[in-house]
């Protein structure tokens, strides 16, 4: 049965050019000890709040949740000042990305996005149909006009992530209204937000959507609010492309526990003040500690630092002694940066064994 229907029953073109997503690894054999700093989560974890609302939530588990998440959406147009009507929510900000492919990219048409950019904007284009277009960084940063003029008559969605992941560089807000405005009417440009918290008065752009009516902002619940385990984020857009991703959406894509922790979390202030500053605190300690070390890193305006080493060779050594003591990074050579490694910033403790496995690392490359 099998051999025949492999030729016949065939996936659309491009699914098969997709490469399955590597989530950041979690375990070592053989260790108990294991620190993971491989996919930028809160090493604080969820709040309390989150926490309470997670185990009430337990009791309603017969119930189908909310269509509308009417209740989630009005907590976050509260928070950040936002019009609730252009809010939707997804199982994370990929899903969000994926509705964004889906609805408005198809065969033919191009899904552009920078060099360095998050591996989810091509996973997204391919399976929608699309064809997915890279526009160099400068210096490991986004580039406006690199970006503008890799813009053709088939593009119809343009990502950004600002701050962006790998990298953790972030362009002026003057720069992405630049992008906006000058960007042709038939580009649909969106401003993944998914590290916006960390970077100092940023609103990840929600005032330029509210501006203009070819933006679209992504969230997440999966950094700052340690929840990446829970699968919620939202997107903020103007009114016709919201109504275009709410026909997409499942129903029922979220779950009343998804609903109530998210909600939960939102208001837990001291729990996202003390994130955001130990954040900060941490990050720049390891920041210089590794360029002290020979180990130089960009400014980082996330949760995480980019450590670059002599060549891929070297890169890829420190990662295998790092393994042996214990500490998970991130290798992001599929991301065109194999001498580098991704570190998220851990708490304390963390942050002061991985600078310290590195200097080791790094002693005996002299
Ligand atoms: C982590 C991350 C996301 C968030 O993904 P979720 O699906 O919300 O967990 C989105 N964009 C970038 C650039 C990220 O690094």
Redesign the pocket.
Known sequence: MGHSMDKDIRPQPGIMDIALYQGGSSKIAGRDDVVKLS??ENPFGPGDLARQAYLRAGHDLHRYPSTDHANLRAALARQFGLDAARIICG?????I?SFLCQSYAGPKDEVLYSQH??L?YRISALAAGATPVVAPETDRTTDVDALLAAVTKRTRLLFI?NP???TGTMIPLSEVERLAQKLPRHVLLVL?G??AEYADGYDGGAALVDARENVVM?R????LYGL?GL???WGYGPQHVIDVLNRVRGPFNLSNVQLDVAEAALGDAAHITRSVSENARLRDWLADRLTGLGVPTQKSHANFVLGQFRDAEQAAACNAALLGEGLIVRQVASYGLPDCLRITVGDEAACRRVAHAIGTFMDRQR
Request: aromatic share 12%; no cysteine; proline share 4%.
């Open positions: 996919s930028n199982a994370g900000s990929d899903e990305i950019g998050f989810m992530a962006n992941n790998p993944d998914a590290y992504t997440t619940f999966s950094k990446g699968r919620v984020g």
